[in-house]
Nanobody
Framework: QAQLVESGGGLVQAGGSLRLSCAAS????????MGWYRQAPGKQRELVAL???????NYADSVKGRFTISRDNAKYTVYLQMGSLKPEDTGVYSC??????????????WGQGTQVTVSS
């Protein structure tokens, strides 16, 4: 078993920046994809950004050019640097990781979620 623990988030004015972090711990052989999803009130959860173990990234069109996802493989940590924030970025941001657990199977894990609120 593994766990994901998120940090960051909070309240920020439109145009501001925030940085989210998510650290994996526990029984980990390796980590495949890591990413961030968000869910706004009354809406479905959507992919924000994803990064592979090789560093290939994928972003939602709505955040391209404003958000940057990165990871530190040695620390089992993924980051989301969010800039030029807009009120529509408000939501609960959840970390995701596809982790290879002993003895050698892959499993999807989710963080507990962190609230990001952007005021206009």
């Amino acid at each position: 078993q593994a766990q994901l623990v998120e940090s960051g988030g909070g309240l920020v004015q439109a145009g501001g920046s925030l940085r989210l972090s998510c650290a994996a711990s526990g029984m980990i052989l390796s980590i495949n994809d890591m990413g961030w999803y968000r869910q706004a009130p009354g809406k479905q959860r959507e992919l924000v950004a994803l990064i592979t173990s090789a560093g290939t990234t994928n972003y939602a069109d709505s955040v391209k050019g404003r958000f940057t996802i990165s990871r530190d493989n040695a620390k089992y940590t993924v980051y989301l640097q969010m800039g030029s924030l807009k009120p529509e970025d408000t939501g609960v941001y959840s970390c995701y990781a596809n982790i290879r657990n002993p003895p050698g199977f892959n499993m999807a894990y989710w963080g507990q979620g962190t609230q990001v609120t952007v005021s206009s």
